[in-house]
C-alpha cells in the first residue's frame, strides 16, 4: 500500500521568509502524482500545486514550488515570500496513475509569524 | 460558481444513534467523494462516485456505512449505527470527472459521537 510521510507536525516560518515542508512517499509505482493541499482554520481544503511523476521539472505556484526527487520518493514544497494568509495545515497527497485512491499525509502546522 | 456545500456544519450524537449528512458538489462535477478526516490525520477516502455510480468503495465501513447518490448529483452519507470512532469531520469533494482532476472540497460536517 502507498503511505506518504509528512515528518513535521509543526513548522513556523516569519513573514516574509521562505518555509520548506516536507514529504515522502512510498510506492512501486513509476507513474503517479503528487499534490500538496491547504487546509485554513476554516477546513476548505484547497488544491496548492500538483506534480506529474513523469515530468522532471519541478511545479511551480507562483510562490509555491516543489522540490521532486523521484529517486528519493521526496516531494517538498517550498513557500517563498510568506504571508500571513499562507498559515494553514498543509497535506501532501499521493495518487496512482490508474485508480482512485488519494492518500493523504497526517499534515504539517505552518504558523505564520508578524 | 458556488462550491461544494454540505450540511450540518456540526453534529453531536450518542454511540448507537444514527446520522446522515447531505453534500451537494459543484454543478456540472460528475465525481464526488467523501472522506473522513480523523483529528490529526489526513483526509481518508470513504466512497468515490461517479455520476451516481459508485467507482470505489474499498474503505468504506458497509456493516455501519453506506452513501448514495440518488440521480447523480447530491449525495447523503450515513452512519448507523454511530460508534465512538466515527468522531471525525466528513468531507464531502467533487470534481469535474475523475483521476487527476483538481478535486473541490466542501467546509466539511464535524460529528462527535458522545
Known amino acids: 500500500a502507498q503511505t506518504v510521510t509528512q515528518s513535521q507536525p509543526e513548522m513556523s516560518v516569519q513573514e516574509a521568509e521562505t518555509v520548506t515542508l516536507s514529504c515522502t512517499y512510498d510506492?512501486?509505482?513509476?507513474?503517479?502524482?503528487l499534490f500538496w493541499y491547504k487546509q485554513p482554520p476554516s477546513r476548505q481544503m484547497i488544491l496548492v500545486i500538483r506534480?506529474?511523476?513523469?515530468?522532471?521539472q519541478n511545479a511551480t505556484e507562483n510562490r509555491f514550488s516543489v522540490n521532486f526527487q523521484k529517486a528519493a520518493k521526496s516531494f517538498s514544497l517550498k513557500i517563498s515570500d510568506s504571508q500571513l494568509g499562507d498559515a494553514a495545515m498543509y497535506f501532501c497527497?499521493?495518487?496512482?496513475?490508474?485508480?482512485?485512491?488519494?492518500?493523504f499525509g497526517t499534515g504539517t502546522s505552518l504558523t505564520v509569524i508578524p | 460558481e458556488a462550491g461544494v456545500a454540505q450540511s450540518p456544519r456540526y453534529k453531536i450524537i450518542e454511540k448507537r444513534q444514527s446520522v446522515a449528512f447531505w453534500c451537494n458538489p459543484i454543478?456540472?462535477?460528475?465525481?464526488l467523494y467523501w472522506y473522513q478526516q480523523i483529528l490529526g490525520q489526513g483526509p481518508k477516502l470513504l466512497i468515490q462516485?461517479?455520476?451516481?455510480?459508485?467507482?470505489?468503495d474499498s474503505q468504506l465501513p458497509k456493516d455501519r456505512f453506506s452513501a448514495e447518490r440518488l440521480k447523480g448529483v447530491d449525495s447523503t452519507l450515513k452512519i448507523q449505527p454511530a460508534k465512538l470512532e466515527d468522531s471525525a469531520v466528513y468531507l464531502c469533494?467533487?470534481?469535474?470527472?475523475?483521476?487527476?482532476?483538481?478535486?473541490?472540497f466542501g467546509p466539511g460536517t464535524r460529528l462527535t459521537v458522545l
Open positions: 510506492t512501486s509505482e513509476s507513474d503517479y502524482y
Open positions: 497527497a499521493y495518487r496512482r496513475d490508474t485508480g482512485n485512491q488519494f492518500y
Open positions: 506534480q506529474e511523476a513523469y515530468k522532471q
Open positions: 469533494a467533487s470534481s469535474l470527472e475523475g483521476g487527476t482532476d483538481e478535486q473541490f
Open positions: 462516485f461517479q455520476n451516481n455510480g459508485v467507482v470505489d
Open positions: 454543478s456540472g462535477h460528475a465525481t
